[in-house]
Every structure is written in C-alpha cells, then in structure tokens.
Nanobody
Framework: QVNLAESGGGSVQTGGSLTLTCVAS?????MGWVRQVPEKEREYVAH???????RYTDSVKGRFTVSRDHDKNTLYLQMNSLIPNDTAKYYC????????????????????WGQGTQVTVSS
C-alpha cells in the first residue's frame, strides 16, 4: 500500500481552473487520477507511467495536464476550462496490479488510493 494524500479541490465556475496535488510517500511508480460522482462507477481521468508517458481520457484531453515532481514524490493534475461535467470527487491512485503501468488506465487495477478531493464546477 502506498500512502497518498490529495489536496487542491474546490468550487469554480465554468471555464475556471484548479490544480490538484497528490503526495506519494516513498513511491516512484505509475500514478494516476480517477474521479467519481455519487452512484456511478469510478472513471479514469489520466495517468503517468514511469517512463513519463501520459495518457488521458478523451473528455479531458486538451484541458487537463498531468505532471510530476519526482524530487517531491508529487503528482499534479492541472485542470483548465472546467465544465459542470467535471464535477466529481477526484482520487489520486497508485500501484497498479503487477506493476504494469498500462493497467493504470483501468480504475479496477489500482491498489492504493488517496482520500479524494471534491471538485465542483457550477454553470
């Protein structure tokens, strides 16, 4: 289990921006972001592989950016041009099954989760 701590959520209007931060204690493997709205399945947002490769779900491409500061063991999610459909609780996740980074595109395969941070976008 990897200890993950998110921060940076909040409430913004449509078109606004937020940056989420996730600190991963003593971990340098693949990490990602997943979001969830009540009564729905967790939805993959983006992830970064250990080689620096980054993938995004189609709905956030061009608006969200994942980055990582390896010295600080911190993963970031810069969210621009936010829309109401982005409203969700956002989770930082890590430690994909078997250590295979491609599995980080599927929420089911993450073994470690942060507590989540709420993002609310109003119209």
């Amino acid at each position: 289990q990897v200890n993950l701590a998110e921060s940076g959520g909040g409430s913004v209007q449509t078109g606004g921006s937020l940056t989420l931060t996730c600190v991963a204690s003593g971990y340098s493997g693949c990490m990602g972001w997943v979001r969830q709205v009540p009564e729905k399945e967790r939805e993959y947002v983006a992830h970064m592989a250990t080689n620096g490769d980054i993938r995004y779900t189609d709905s956030v491409k061009g608006r969200f950016t994942v980055s990582r500061d390896h010295d600080k063991n911190t993963l970031y999610l810069q969210m621009n041009s936010l829309i109401p459909n982005d409203t969700a609780k956002y989770y930082c996740a890590a430690d994909c099954s078997g250590g295979y980074c491609y599995k980080c595109a599927i929420p089911w395969y993450y073994n470690s989760w942060g507590q989540g941070t709420q993002v609310t976008v109003s119209s």
